[in-house]
């Protein structure tokens, strides 16, 4: 793709002409440091519209290191700016919130991770930076800390509660505990190293971030894989979908308490996770999508196999489903809980479940069709309330779909296959491209540009919970919060993905 | 209410022994070397993208703590000396809980084996380990029905599950939860992140592994461990050898 290379000064007004245009909307916002290449720091940014991209390429000038923020114009910019500001020292002027992201209070002033001349094991004192937890004050307002480690078995994140009694009146959330700067432990790995890291970015989302890499590898190299290996990239990304599905419909009723959903959440999640041990001898998928094709192939007793599980699943997941739907204690806590708008989630750039639980009909599958998704037949259900409910629904109408999905790849694969893999040529240096999929949580872009000798020169991960978290702070407001468990696995997004 | 109560008993029990059931062809457990002559070709040492195998005084050694499973070593050794087995319990004690004579050990994990309270701390995951410890709790293991149990808080736990690699952002979060715990205890490293800290190289972001910061008592390799691992790993700690 072609990059429309601007001066970083004009980067609003040109961001205004692209939003004006209607249909593209901000994906991904990165900064790269092309200084030995170019001698500039650059900051691109990546708009998604109507099934096509379109690119920018802010260059930043020698005399300061600076750009003007988009935040005020975009919210959706603001946690991208904040981490070029953290990781590569550039300044966005006039961002309202440029409380450090990625690099909390122990990270030292004037040092930037993310820059080429910023060794990756050079030891970096601890530092002690302000960091100020954002709350309401005033009279009979209380502010309630959480994490980040939480009472259960999840990951890390802390929130502030502003608190007017039990209501909410205002969430902040400081995240990227799990950071581990995996962009830069991969700069310098070959291709096929740097797929493991990629594959671990998150567990649950493993082989949505392994086809996000693929294809972005793939695109560079301008390689085409074979279609049966395309066939069984969709068929493990739907598995992936499926347990996950089916996994956070149990959860959620842990958010109500109510134990038959839970366990009947959790045993049908053990039978995929089984089955996905079977299909790919590890139980989140891990190894089959590697750039270039596939590793394993799918034999006609796990052709078999599936098609029974998937049978077996269907069956039993609409009798789980039916006992929800028909218990109004249960509904009376998941409707009209948490409310997302879809104004919210358009200003936000919100993706996956939580944008089409509120109206917004995006899916990476269908939109910006990549392997075989075009030749397959499915819906994209839709719900409007934007609630908790309309999140669990949206779930409960993929899992039905993906189903659909997987008997139609079924079909297509082969019994005997042969040629899954192609082998990836060398690249031009500092040639760079994208892959992106539709994760259990919605969109997953990669950036990637390869260095000399086919090493990754800068690899930059969205994954679809970056967008969606601070969606979460805004569709708690005005509930109590004893609902705020139940909110946020309506949302269930990865702290690992975002965090990376 | 009715319904629900129909399909309980439509489902009955599904609670089964953690390692009766076959374990898939594919899975892929311990590497094994072979008995024939290996051709020096170092393949394995290059395509490791954990650096767990190291040659030692001409013998090639696999550091099961730091391998990911992820098959690159079997599929790169030029004389075919190298596969996975099907062989998950992998998990060890470490130095000081293995050593024989120290009764006093011995005796608290007898006594945690009667009852066990665990506290898990996430410091640097990619949640597949944490998403395979929840597992413990689905009807088919039922980690319960071995005493053990999960607390929300670590002044309630004999044991802390640790799962990643200690992360610069919540090292802090790491000593704070190991000191609020009561003594004496034990500590767990789920997986090759929290056991090796090799899983993404060493980074700014990076601390390192858990036994740098705590000590560990119970490495369990994996990535992640699946859940019987990680129930052979606990039954190992607690000197339940009747069960394992």
Redesign the interface.
């Known amino acids: 793709m072609q990059y429309q290379e601007i001066a970083a000064h004009s980067l609003v007004k040109e961001v205004k002409d692209i939003y004006n245009q209607g249909e593209y909307r901000l994906t991904a916002m990165f900064a790269n440091d092309e200084r030995n290449m170019k001698g500039y720091f650059a900051i691109y940014c990546i708009f998604a519209g109507a099934g096509r991209f379109k690119g920018l390429k802010a260059v930043i000038g020698q005399e300061a290191l600076q750009f003007p923020s988009l935040t005020p114009f975009f919210p959706s910019a603001a946690w991208y700016e904040r981490e070029i500001h953290d990781l590569f020292g550039i300044l966005p002027v006039g961002h309202p919130d440029l409380r450090p992201l990625v690099l909390?209070e122990?990270?030292p002033e004037g040092l930037y991770?993310m820059r080429k001349d910023?060794a990756?094991?050079?030891h970096?004192p601890m530092g002690e930076k302000p960091y100020n937890m954002l709350g309401v004050q005033g009279e009979g307002v209380f502010q309630v800390p959480v994490g980040?480690?939480h009472?259960?078995?999840?990951?890390?994140g802390h929130f502030r509660f502003s608190q007017a009694g039990e209501q909410i009146i205002h969430l902040d959330a400081k995240l990227?505990?799990?950071?581990?700067?995996?962009e830069?432990?991969v700069e310098g790995l070959s291709l096929k190293?740097a797929a493991?890291?990629a594959e671990?970015?998150?567990?649950?989302c493993?082989v949505s971030h392994a086809i996000s890499y693929a294809q972005a590898v793939e695109s560079i190299a301008n390689v085409e894989i074979p279609k049966e290996a395309e066939a069984i990239r969709v068929l493990v990304a739907e598995l992936e979908r499926l347990y996950n599905h089916v996994?956070d419909i149990g959860n959620l009723c842990a958010g109500v308490g109510l134990a038959?959903g839970i366990?009947?959440g959790?045993?049908l999640?053990?039978i995929l996770?089984?089955l996905n041990?079977?299909?790919?001898?590890?139980?989140?998928l891990?190894?089959i999508v590697i750039p270039g094709g596939v590793?394993?192939d799918v034999t006609p007793e796990l052709v078999w196999r599936i098609r029974k599980d998937l049978e077996h699943l269907a069956s039993e997941f609409t009798?789980?489903i039916?006992?929800l739907q028909?218990?109004s204690a249960f509904l009376d806590r998941v409707e009209s809980t948490g409310v997302l708008s879809s104004q919210a989630c358009r200003d936000l750039g919100v993706v996956g479940v939580a944008a089409r639980a509120s109206g917004i009909n995006v899916d990476m599958r269908q939109d910006y069709a990549y392997s075989i998704y075009n030749e397959l037949h499915f819906r994209v259900p839709l719900y409007t309330s934007g609630d908790v409910a309309a999140r669990l629904w949206v779930r409960k109408m993929e899992v039905e779909e993906s189903i659909k999905i997987v008997k139609e790849v079924l079909e297509k694969v082969s019994s005997k296959q042969e040629n899954l893999l192609v082998s990836i040529p060398e690249i031009k240096p500092y040639s760079s491209g994208f892959g992106w999929s539709e994760s259990p949580r919605g969109c997953n872009f990669h950036w990637l540009m390869v260095g000399e000798n086919n090493k990754v020169y800068r690899y930059f991960i969205r994954s679809a919970s970056y967008p969606n978290w601070p969606a979460v702070t805004i569709a708690v407001i005005d509930n109590i919060i004893p609902d705020f468990p139940l909110i946020n696995k309506s949302f269930e997004l990865?702290?690992?993905c975002l965090d990376r | 209410m009715i319904?629900?109560l129909k399909?309980?008993t439509s489902?009955g029990m599904?609670t089964e022994p953690y390692d009766k059931r076959q374990i898939?062809s594919?899975?892929?457990g311990q590497v094994v070397i072979g008995n024939d002559s290996c051709k020096n070709c170092c393949a394995c040492l290059a395509s490791c993208?954990t650096k767990a195998i190291s040659q030692q005084g001409g013998c090639l050694v696999i550091d099961h703590k730091a391998c990911?499973?992820?098959?690159e070593c079997v599929k790169h050794c030029e004389a075919q000396q190298l596969r996975?087995s099907t062989h998950y319990k992998l998990a060890t004690l470490s130095d000081n809980l293995a050593e024989t004579g120290t009764l006093l050990k011995e005796k608290i994990r007898t006594i945690f084996g009667r009852s066990l309270h665990i506290r898990?701390?996430?410091?640097?995951?990619?949640?597949?380990?944490?998403?395979?410890?929840?597992?413990l709790?689905?009807?088919?293991?039922d980690i319960g029905q071995y005493g053990i149990d999960?607390v929300?808080?670590p002044r309630h736990a004999d044991m802390l599950m640790i799962t990643?690699?200690v992360?610069?952002?919540?090292?802090?979060?790491l000593f704070m939860?190991y000191e609020a715990m009561p003594t004496p205890n034990l500590v767990m490293a789920v997986g090759a992140c929290a056991a090796s800290g090799q899983?993404?190289?060493?980074?700014?972001?990076?601390n390192g592994s858990v036994d740098e910061f705590v000590p560990v008592d119970i490495y369990v390799p994996g990535?992640?461990p699946?859940p019987q691992a990680l129930i052979y790993a606990l039954l190992l700690g607690l000197n339940k050898e009747d069960l394992i």
Request: charged share 15%; hydrophobic share 40%; net charge positive.
């Open positions: 909390h122990n990270w991770p910023f990756i094991d050079m970096v980040p480690i009472a259960g078995i999840i990951e890390p990227f505990y799990t950071h581990r700067g995996i830069k432990a190293m493991y890291q671990r970015i998150c567990g649950a493993s996994g038959v366990s009947n959790s045993r999640k053990e996770m089984r041990e079977s299909v790919a001898g590890n139980r989140f891990r190894g590793s394993m009798e789980i039916g006992l028909n218990n990865c702290y690992a | 319904n629900i399909q309980i489902i599904v898939p594919r899975f892929r993208p990911i499973f992820c098959g996975h898990h701390v996430d410091i640097g995951s990619c949640n597949a380990c944490d998403f395979e410890m929840n597992a709790s689905n009807p088919f293991f999960f929300a808080s990643g690699v992360t610069r952002n919540l090292t802090q979060a939860t899983v993404f190289g060493n980074t700014y972001a990076i990535c992640p699946r």
